[in-house]
C-alpha cells in the first residue's frame, strides 16, 4: 500500500486503514472524557465499520461496578453525546466484547487482575490481541498507572511484534519543564517512545489536519509562506464561557497552562515548519521539533512579548456575566490568568522578522479558534486615497466551531466609478462534506491501534515547549497580580495585550 494511500492528512476515516485485533482499557472508565468523547468515539467507529473483528473495550477505575452497569453507562453516554443515534445492531456488536474491571491505581494486584484478564482475551480470541491502555485520568495518578503496568508485565505484552501494547496519556503533560521532565523519565522507565502517544485534541480536528494539506499540495502558497510575503500570524483560541463550577481546578492552571503551552504551540509548529522528507510521523515530527527549537526565548520586560488579564463582569449575549474574583471557589486575590497574549519570534530563514501571535483567554466576545496568516500588502500608491478600501490578504483556517477556510482579497464594487472594498473567500466543511464528520476522538483512537503517531505530541516536543514557557510562568508566580490587566467579559481581551501589537504596527483580528 503507497503511503499517500493511508496517511491521515491526506485521507479521510476509511475502511482500507484496518486495525489489528485489540482490546482498548480505559483507565478512569466512569470519568466525564470517558462519556462525552472515548465512549462515543468507539461507537462511531464500529458504526463505520473500522473497529476490527476481534476488538475489546474494557473500562478500569475504583468503583465496583458490575459489567452490565458499565455496558449501561456506556449505552446512555451514546444516546447522549454521540454524533450519531444508537443503533441496536452497532451497539450490540461492542456490548458483546464490553467488561470492567474495579481496582486502584496504585493497587499492583488489580494490575495482575487486569493482565489476567487481557490473557483470557488472547485466549478467547485464538491469537495475540494489541493492548492499547487509555489513561483518561486526573495527571497526579499517570505515574502509578505507569509503574504499575510495568511491574505486571502488561508494558510489554506483545513487545517486539506488531501487536504491542500502547499507550495513550491525556493532557496535561506536565506543569512545568520539571514535572515534564519527571513524567517523560517515568515513561522511558516503563516503555519505549513508539508504546507512547500523547494526545492533543486539536491535532484530531480536520481543519488542523487540512492546514499541512493546503501548505504542500497546493502550489499558490508555498512559494509565499515565508518572511517575503507574509506580515504576521495570528492564532486564537477564544472561548465564551467563564470557569463555571471548574474555579478550583482552574486556579491550578490558568489560560497558559490550559491552552497556550499544548494545543496553540502544535498549531504553531504546523503552521510554521518546512516540508517533511516524508509523510512518516516521524519526519513530521522531526520538522516540529526543528521548529519549536527555532523560537526564541520570550522578553519578560515591562513592554516584553507577553500580557496577562484576567476578565471582569460584563455583557455576553445580552446577559451580565461576573468577573473572575466574583466566581465560585476563586481567591479575592487571586494572580490566575484567565487571558494570555504571546508575541513570538522565529529565528530560522523562512520567519525571521515574521511576529507570530498567539492569545487565549475565557469570556472572550466568541467562541472560536482560528489561525490567520496576514500577507503584506502591495508596494506603492495605485490604489491610494479614500476611494479605496483596501485590506490585506489573509489566509484563515477556522478551526472551530465552524471549521474551513477562508482568504480575503480586494475587489472592485460594481458602478461606473472605480472604488474597491475586501472581500472573502470562503470553504466550509458542513457546506462541502456534510457536518456529521468525524469527531477528533474518532481519529485519534484509530490512528493509535493501527500505531499512526502523526497526530500525537513526541516527549521532546513537550519539553522544548516547557522549556520555552516555565521562564514565563516563574515571574508571573513571583510577580502575584503586578501586570496582570483585566477585560470586561464579552470583549476581544486587555488594553496590554493590544500593545504587543501596536509595537509592530499591527492590531488583533476580530474573527
Do not use: C
Not at 468503583?63 to 443503533?87: G, Q
Amino acid at each position: 500500500m503507497a503511503e499517500t494511500s493511508r496517511h491521515p492528512f491526506l485521507q479521510g476515516l476509511s475502511k482500507h486503514r484496518g486495525a489489528p485485533p485489540t482490546a482498548v482499557v480505559i483507565f478512569g472508565a466512569s470519568g466525564d472524557l470517558t462519556a462525552r468523547k472515548l465512549i462515543p468515539a468507539v461507537y462511531n467507529l464500529a458504526a463505520d465499520n473500522l473497529l476490527p473483528p476481534d476488538f475489546h473495550l474494557s473500562g478500569y477505575g475504583r468503583k465496583e461496578i458490575s459489567n452490565d452497569a458499565f455496558r449501561d453507562l456506556a449505552a446512555e453516554a451514546i444516546k447522549e453525546f454521540s454524533r450519531r443515534e444508537l443503533s441496536d445492531d452497532v451497539w450490540d456488536r461492542i456490548a458483546a466484547k464490553t467488561t470492567y474491571v474495579a481496582g486502584g491505581y496504585d493497587d499492583p494486584a488489580a494490575f495482575d487482575r487486569l493482565a489476567a484478564h487481557l490473557a483470557q482475551i488472547d485466549k478467547e480470541v485464538g491469537r495475540d490481541v494489541q493492548p492499547l491502555f487509555y489513561m483518561s485520568t486526573p495527571p497526579s495518578v499517570f505515574a502509578p498507572i505507569l509503574r504499575n503496568l510495568g511491574a505486571s508485565g502488561l508494558a510489554e505484552k506483545h513487545l517486539g511484534t506488531s501487536l504491542h501494547a500502547k499507550v495513550i496519556i491525556e493532557k496535561p503533560f506536565g506543569r512545568d519543564l520539571e514535572s515534564a521532565l519527571k513524567l517523560n523519565g517515568t515513561i522511558r522507565e516503563v516503555l519505549q517512545e513508539h508504546q507512547v502517544y500523547r494526545i492533543d485534541h486539536y491535532l484530531g480536528k480536520e481543519t488542523v489536519q487540512d492546514l499541512l494539506v493546503q501548505r504542500f499540495s497546493n502550489a499558490i502558497f508555498e512559494p509565499l509562506w515565508n518572511r517575503n510575503y507574509i506580515d504576521n500570524v495570528q492564532i486564537t483560541v477564544s472561548e465564551e464561557v467563564g470557569v463555571g463550577t471548574r474555579g478550583g481546578y482552574y486556579e491550578q492552571s490558568g489560560a497558559l497552562r490550559d491552552m497556550i503551552q499544548n494545543h496553540t504551540m502544535q498549531l504553531v509548529a504546523l503552521t510554521a515548519m518546512e516540508p517533511p522528507v516524508s509523510l512518516d510521523a516521524e519526519a513530521i515530527r522531526d520538522e516540529k521539533m526543528k521548529l519549536l527549537r527555532a523560537i526564541q526565548p520570550l522578553d519578560l520586560g515591562p513592554n516584553g512579548d507577553v500580557a496577562r488579564a484576567q476578565y471582569a463582569a460584563g455583557m455576553i449575549a445580552g446577559k451580565p456575566e461576573p468577573g473572575y474574583l466574583e466566581e465560585a471557589g476563586i481567591a479575592a486575590e487571586s494572580s490566575t490568568e484567565t487571558y494570555a497574549g504571546i508575541r513570538l519570534s522565529i529565528n530560522n530563514w523562512r520567519w525571521q522578522g515574521v511576529p507570530f501571535y498567539l492569545r487565549s483567554g475565557k469570556r472572550m466576545a466568541r467562541r472560536v479558534t482560528e489561525i490567520a496568516v496576514q500577507f503584506k500588502r502591495p508596494p506603492g500608491t495605485l490604489f491610494a486615497g479614500g476611494a479605496f478600501d483596501l485590506a490585506a490578504n489573509t489566509l484563515s483556517f477556522q478551526i472551530q466551531p465552524d471549521e474551513g477556510l477562508s482568504l480575503v482579497l480586494n475587489g472592485k464594487v460594481p458602478g461606473l466609478e472605480t472604488r474597491t472594498q475586501p472581500v472573502k473567500m470562503n470553504f466550509s466543511y458542513s457546506t462541502t462534506f456534510g457536518s456529521n464528520t468525524p469527531e477528533a476522538y474518532e481519529r485519534l483512537v484509530l490512528d493509535a491501534m493501527i500505531g499512526d503517531g502523526t497526530l500525537f505530541i513526541r516527549g521532546d516536543e513537550a519539553e522544548t515547549s516547557w522549556k520555552l514557557y516555565t521562564p514565563l510562568l516563574e515571574a508571573w508566580a513571583e510577580a502575584g497580580r503586578e501586570g496582570m490587566g483585566s477585560y470586561a467579559a464579552g470583549s476581544w481581551g486587555p488594553a496590554n495585550a493590544d500593545e504587543l501589537l501596536v509595537a509592530r504596527e499591527h492590531v488583533w483580528r476580530k474573527p
